[in-house]
Every structure is written in structure tokens, then in C-alpha cells.
Antibody, heavy 118, light 110 residues
């Protein structure tokens, strides 16, 4: 069965960076891209970007360009999202999801809480 | 301010049918497919509807989606207490080159 498992909660100070991992199993990793979405307290779902698992392509939301890098490691079927220059309003639960055809996000990780506080 | 507009909340009693609307523009809903997700904070989001009206396997047929022009809706029939959650519509926006979500609708089962 398909599984998506993310790394554990993180706490960072403002200005620091965080790297969240997303390990997949149960399907051929290179057949679907990975999308990252976050949800801040009291807010809705927010698309951060997408990374291809079969090429060097990626597409980041305008809001995060210059601060985010999404990468993949095919041998371990793992995707990573690094967010830099963290601010308090980056406090959120970050989710990765398998991006099936189109914008179909059909399998999601359990979420990673990132807390940014001094 | 979200690109897609949803009502902040809807409510219904067990067994009723409720509908959640999602309004966009030509650059998103009007030119592509509409998706629906539900998310209970603390759990993983779940895909309910893809390609406007298709249900993934495992999603009950109590959930149905539709789209017309630049808007769409999600209908839940035979409401259950376990349906209480936040519901989000989503669509690809060709002008922004981004996936956009609605602001979310909180469903309360009275």
C-alpha cells in the first residue's frame, strides 16, 4: 500500500532554516511529483510548490521564491522541503502529497509541525 | 484573501444534504479542473473529488462534485457527525502558475 511519512516536529528561531523530509513507499517514486502544502494556525491550506521526481523541474509559489528549495532523492524515494529565513508567521503544519495527474493530491503525509519562535 | 471564494461555514443536521460552493475565475476554475479536499487539523488532508466530479476509491458516494463555468460545488448527502471538518476547493490557476485553494468552509453537524 502507498505510504507517505514525514519527519518529526521542529522548533526554530527566527532567521533559521528548516528541512522537512517526506519518505514515500508502495509505488514507483518517479511516476508522480511531490507537492508541498502548509496550514498555519487559524488559516487555510496554502500551496507552496511542486517538485518533479523524474527531472530537475520545480515550481514554487511566488510568495516563497528565494526562500524555499524542494528536492528529491530517488534511491530513497524521499522528497525534501527546505525553508530559509524563517519568520514567526511560518509557524504551521507542513504537508507533502503525491501529485498524481493534474492537481490530484491523492496521498498525503501526516504533517510536520514547524514552530518558529524566539 | 483567497483566489477561490467559499462560504466560511455551513451547517446541517444528521441525514440532511449540504452544499458548499466555490467561486473562481476564468484563469482557474473556468479553464481547468476543480478539486475538493477535507482537512481536520491534526490529521492529513484527504482528496474527496478530482476532475470536477470524480471520487477516488474509498470516498463514499454521499460526496458529489459539480462544476459550471467559473464556479463549482461539493454536495454531502446523508450527513453524519463524522463529516464535521474543514472543506477546501482547489484549482490550477494559469495566470498565477500556481495551485490555488479556497479559504475553506467549516462544516458543523448540529
Amino acid at each position: 500500500q502507498i505510504q507517505v511519512v514525514q519527519s518529526g516536529p521542529e522548533m526554530r528561531k527566527p532567521g533559521a532554516s528548516v528541512k522537512v523530509s517526506c519518505k514515500t513507499s508502495g509505488y514507483r517514486f518517479t511516476t508522480s511529483g511531490i507537492t508541498w502544502v502548509r496550514r498555519a494556525p487559524g488559516k487555510g491550506l496554502e500551496w507552496m510548490g511542486w517538485v518533479s521526481t523524474s527531472s530537475d523541474m520545480s515550481n514554487y509559489a511566488q510568495k516563497f521564491r528565494g526562500r524555499v528549495t524542494m528536492t528529491t532523492d530517488t534511491p530513497t524515494s524521499t522528497a525534501y522541503m527546505e525553508l530559509r529565513s524563517l519568520r514567526s508567521d511560518d509557524t504551521a503544519v507542513y504537508y507533502c502529497a503525491r501529485n498524481n495527474y493534474g492537481s490530484r493530491l491523492d496521498y498525503w503525509g501526516q504533517g510536520t509541525l514547524v514552530t518558529v519562535s524566539s | 484573501q483567497s483566489v477561490l471564494t467559499q462560504p466560511p461555514s455551513v451547517s446541517g443536521t444528521p441525514g440532511q444534504t449540504v452544499t458548499i460552493s466555490c467561486s473562481g475565475s476564468y484563469s482557474n476554475i473556468g479553464s481547468g479542473d476543480l478539486y475538493w479536499y477535507r482537512h481536520l487539523p491534526g490529521a492529513a488532508p484527504q482528496l474527496l473529488i478530482y476532475n470536477n466530479d470524480q471520487r477516488p476509491s474509498g470516498v463514499p458516494d454521499r460526496f458529489s462534485g459539480s462544476k459550471s463555468g467559473t464556479s463549482g460545488s461539493l454536495a454531502l448527502s446523508g450527513l453524519l457527525s463524522e463529516d464535521e471538518s474543514d472543506y477546501f476547493c482547489a484549482a490550477w490557476d494559469g495566470s498565477l502558475n500556481a495551485l490555488v485553494f479556497g479559504g475553506g468552509t467549516k462544516l458543523t453537524v448540529l
